[in-house]
């Protein structure tokens, strides 16, 4: 089996740091010698007299905190939690006294948000609680336990399941969330290819996701988005693609806002694999890159891939979908469908 350079560095790293874990600490301080790039001394020569101390210094603060990160410590552990913290309120764009309240009812102060010690001890299991459940994270992400912020198996189901997805939909409306679907691709996605293939196996996959982002208000009406991850399925895979068209149909049907969003492909890999947060990569995205109600709308009369949705239109009338709408306070259809030309 070939090993890439970077898995080889991350097994020798594994390695090294069981070792450590597994062998004494030997008393004392050993000298060493590190031989420096002119840019590299350059750098710290810098950054040492910017905080009047020697570079030998800054290199031991350097390395002791490569340590500390590499290793699970309990120092390491309560680190994390504090600059997660911070991580969270930071992404999601809620400045201190934001931060402080919406998390007021926990004991949260700004002096509190100063003292580590003070910080720490908030964080019990209600708060964490209470930050995993209004960001969309795992609590064991935010209590320092995992890396990944997010899990894949606790994204919100919407194939095969897209009722239980619009009743989720009607519970933020009701709450005052201003939901909205965004419709992730990848960039340059070829989806005139992907329909044609149809899972043969003979076009690129083309992955296609969903998250909620909501938009929320602190008592005193800051605002602020979350998101949160939903399903991320292929285009290709009819039943896939089909279940997508009925979710935007309900969501055009109860007047909620769907966008379509572009993505590069290391990007949509680091959102599905939940190594970073969806608002520090969301949050920042710029004007609306397709349109996902070009494929599903009860509205349009041209409407891509419309053989399929014709269809889908009369099993989307015929479904509990429309019900559901009516009850939660939307328009009913159209008494006829449009049937599109050819």
Known sequence: MKLSLEKL???????????????????????????????????LEAQAQVLNTSVQSLIDVILDGVVEATTDTP???????????????EVHRLDLPAAVELMA?????????????????????DAINHLAETFHVRKAWIRGER???????GYVRWYKEVPMAAQRLIAHVKAGDKPELMFIR???????????????????????????RMTRETPSGTRYTTYQMWQFERWNYGPCRQQ????????????????????P????????????????????????????????????EITQERGEWLGLAEQYRKSSLPRIAIEAGAADLPAEPWRPTA
């Open 265 to 300: 492909e290391d990007a949509i890999k680091q959102l599905v694999g939940g190594t970073l947060l969806p608002a520090s990569l969301l949050d920042r995205l710029g004007a609306i890159s397709w349109h996902p109600d070009d494929y599903a709308g009860f509205r349009f």
């Open 105 to 125: 009812p926990y004991g949260f102060t700004l002096s509190a948000l100063n003292n580590v010690d003070r910080l720490l001890d908030l964080m019990k299991p």
């Open 147 to 153: 890396d990944e912020t997010i899990r894949s198996e």
């Open 244 to 263: 997508l068209k009925l979710l935007i149909a309900f969501c055009e049907q109860l007047r909620i806002s769907v966008v379509g969003h572009e993505l």
């Open 186 to 212: 990848r960039r340059g996605a070829d989806f005139e290819g992907a329909f044609k293939d149809n899972d043969a196996g003979n076009a690129r996959i083309e992955p296609v996701g969903v998250v909620m």
């Open 75 to 89: 120092s390491a552990r309560l680190r994390s939690i504090r600059e997660r913290f911070f991580h969270l309120m």
């Open 9 to 43: 560095l991350q097994q020798l790293v594994g390695r090294g740091t069981q070792l450590a874990a597994s062998t004494p600490v030997r008393d004392g301080r050993m000298p060493t010698s590190i031989r420096l790039k002119p840019e590299t001394r350059h750098f």
